[in-house]
């Protein structure tokens, strides 16, 4: 089946619920079985002020009305319909006397209006379709509910005291415009922060453009943040926008901005203090509404400490800061996160479990995590792949995270495969550098597996390295 007869498929499954008032009740009866057959679900009033009370009380997604009615007539329930149900179509029913009338109720907010006596084919096929509409409606309500479960607050995940605070932060800078910088591991989850920030904003029906600087060579860096014209470097066949652009009246997210070469912070500060940029290859400028959220998962300050990051361009970035912390300092969440991944995991695959042992639950929480939520959830993933019983337990795990002796062994011991028993207490580059080799191994020597296992650039993976490589130089003088 194709995306688009899924599509029509589920909005088909959508019941449309109708709302008949009339003060004819043989003809409301009739209106009733006639929609009834065609699979609607049909309540009826037999008088105004009866329709009236179930529209304020109740929810429909049509309402046939009769224009002409004693006490409360057809234009007051129209009103009434679209103070209370605005989501709802009015479908109005007039005699051939009333011409006027209906004119006025469709510019009064009426879908249409059927002239007494009704065919019913005629009736049938306005309630088609003003169905496909109130369908369509519901559907996108349904969508954008599920992105503010997903992107919204409550996908930031965590009953620790850390995410407590997180949130109620968030919450406080969302309403704003106000540039953030998000600090954490790789791994922590900083985009789908991001991502909660512009979902909860007033930009939430803009654009959100994400890009990773790190995963991009400096030489296209610039025309990828302003784009270009043609013509304005070797290789420029034609004019291109810029995430810059693309963005506009949105949220633009940099990832890993740490990376960014020193040329191009330069005219980031400039654009993030003028609200202009101009595409390479021409000095026109354009005026630009974009906010700007940006993530690293280094130490910047350290960073301009050394000169390697301009302090200006920190200082506008830092706005407000987020820190998140590493899943080894908030292993409370990490039995929630676990069952939030296996759920949505179950789902997404089609196979159910019966639930994760108390073993590898231990097993788990001992484990430090190194990738962080990223980890977690590629683990989880795993657990649910590979299980065939039911119950997701120790042979299940992947390698580094089964306790020592393995799944016989004592799971309230952490693994010596994943360096924590040894690595307590040492300085964090001694950590990061057997984590970063241990990748490697891994990986055969491919630094592009490597470096998509710890969540980081091959550029950042390939500066560590070569740093390694000075060191071991120093060494062995």
């Given amino acids: 089946m194709s995306s688009k007869d899924t599509k029509d498929t589920d909005l088909e499954s959508i019941v449309i619920r109708v709302l008949i008032i009339d003060d004819d009740e043989a003809h409301a009866q009739a209106v009733a079985e006639s929609l009834e057959r065609v699979g609607c679900e049909c309540k009826i009033a037999t008088s105004g002020e009866q329709g009236a009370k179930l529209i304020e009380r109740e929810t429909a997604d049509i309402v046939i009305t009769d224009l002409r009615m004693d006490g409360v007539d057809g234009l007051s329930i129209l009103r ?65 509910r599920r992105l503010d479960e997903k992107f919204g607050f409550e996908g930031v995940i965590g009953n620790t005291p850390q995410m407590h605070q997180i949130v109620e932060k968030l919450k406080n800078v969302a309403t704003t415009n106000s540039t953030v910088l998000i600090e954490g591991e ?63 009246g949105g949220t633009l997210f940099l990832d890993e901005v740490g990376e960014m070469p020193m040329q191009t912070q330069i005219k980031l500060l400039r654009v993030l203090e003028d ?60 039995p929630l996160l676990t069952d939030h991944f296996l759920k949505e995991l179950s789902s997404q695959y089609d196979k159910p479990y019966e639930g994760v042992s108390r073993a590898a639950r231990r097993a788990l929480m001992a484990y430090d995590w190194p990738g962080n939520i990223r980890q977690l959830r590629n683990a989880a993933e795993r657990m649910l792949v590979l299980d065939t019983d039911g119950i997701l337990d120790l042979d299940d795990l992947p390698e580094e995270i089964v306790p020592v002796g393995g799944p016989d062994g004592d799971s309230s011991y952490t693994s010596d495969r994943s360096g924590a028993d040894f690595l307590i207490g040492r300085p964090f580059a001694e950590v990061e550098r057997y984590y970063i080799e241990r990748a490697l191994d891994l990986a055969d020597g491919k630094r592009e597996e490597a470096a998509k296992m710890l969540g980081i650039g091959e550029r950042t993976l390939y500066r560590k390295l070569k740093e390694y490589q000075k060191q071991k130089e120093e060494q062995s003088k």
């Fill in 80 to 144: 009434t319909a679209k103070e209370e149900l605005p989501d709802a179509e009015v479908i109005v029913l007039t005699g051939h006397g009333s011409i006027n009338s209906a004119v006025t109720a469709m510019q009064l907010g009426a879908y249409t209006y059927l002239t007494k006596p009704l065919d019913i084919s005629e009736l049938r096929n306005a309630v088609e379709k003003a169905s496909t509409r109130v369908r369509l409606m519901r559907r996108n309500a349904e969508l954008h």
């Fill in 186 to 248: 790789s791994g922590t989850g900083k985009e789908l922060v991001a991502r909660a920030i512009h979902q909860n904003s007033e930009r939430k029906s803009k654009p959100f453009v994400p890009l990773n600087i790190s995963a991009l060579p400096d030489s296209i860096l610039e025309s990828e943040l302003f784009g270009h014209e043609q013509g304005a470097f070797t290789g420029a066949v034609g004019k291109r926008i810029g995430k810059f652009e693309h963005a506009n």
């Fill in 275 to 334: 609200r202009k940029i101009a595409r390479l290859g021409t000095n026109e400028e354009i005026s630009l509404n974009v906010r700007l959220v940006a993530a690293t998962n280094a130490d910047l300050l350290e960073m301009v400490k050394q000169g390697t990051f301009r302090q200006d361009l920190y200082y506008r970035l830092s706005v407000v800061k987020i820190e998140l912390p590493p899943l080894r300092e908030r292993r409370g969440d990490i």
